[in-house]
């Protein structure tokens, strides 16, 4: 095993780590979110506060990221044991799919837009 792949599973184990401790913090104090959320709130936290550096997970990090297209493949697989049902309900199905990229869509970029426009205060100094 190289050492770039040992690497890569630490970070991985660090990574997988912060998510259970973010599940463990769900559990004991009820939080109404899933588990993995507060993980990944709790990571984005000790990344910006720079308790972790980044340079601890990154790799792993990419090696997810690179990876994630196989998390997925569950999935599919549960919608081709419907497909008998959305063959049924074709139109209604990707009309629901299309309305629901579309409106995704435009509230991004209505909230780019937004975002991009609005004016920035910083240190004192009004910016436009």
């Known amino acids: 095993m190289t050492a770039r792949a040992l690497k890569i599973i630490l970070q991985v184990i660090v990574i997988y780590g912060i ?3 973010g599940n463990t913090i769900q559990h004991l104090l009820h939080i109404p979110l899933a588990g993995s959320i ?9 990344l910006q506060f720079k308790i972790i550096p980044v340079k601890w997970v990154k790799d792993g990090a990419d090696f997810l990221l690179t ?7 569950p999935s599919v697989v549960g919608v081709m044991d419907i497909v008998s049902d959305i063959h049924l309900n ?26 991009a426009n609005r004016t920035h205060v910083t240190k004192g100094h009004h910016v436009s």
């Open 19 to 21: 998510t259970m401790l």
């Open 67 to 73: 990876t994630m297209v196989f998390f997925f493949i």
């Open 38 to 46: 507060v993980g990944l709130g709790l990571f984005f936290l000790l």
């Open 90 to 115: 074709f139109i209604v199905f990707f009309a629901v799919i299309i309305l629901g990229t579309i409106a995704v869509a435009f509230t991004s970029g209505l909230i780019a837009e937004k975002m």
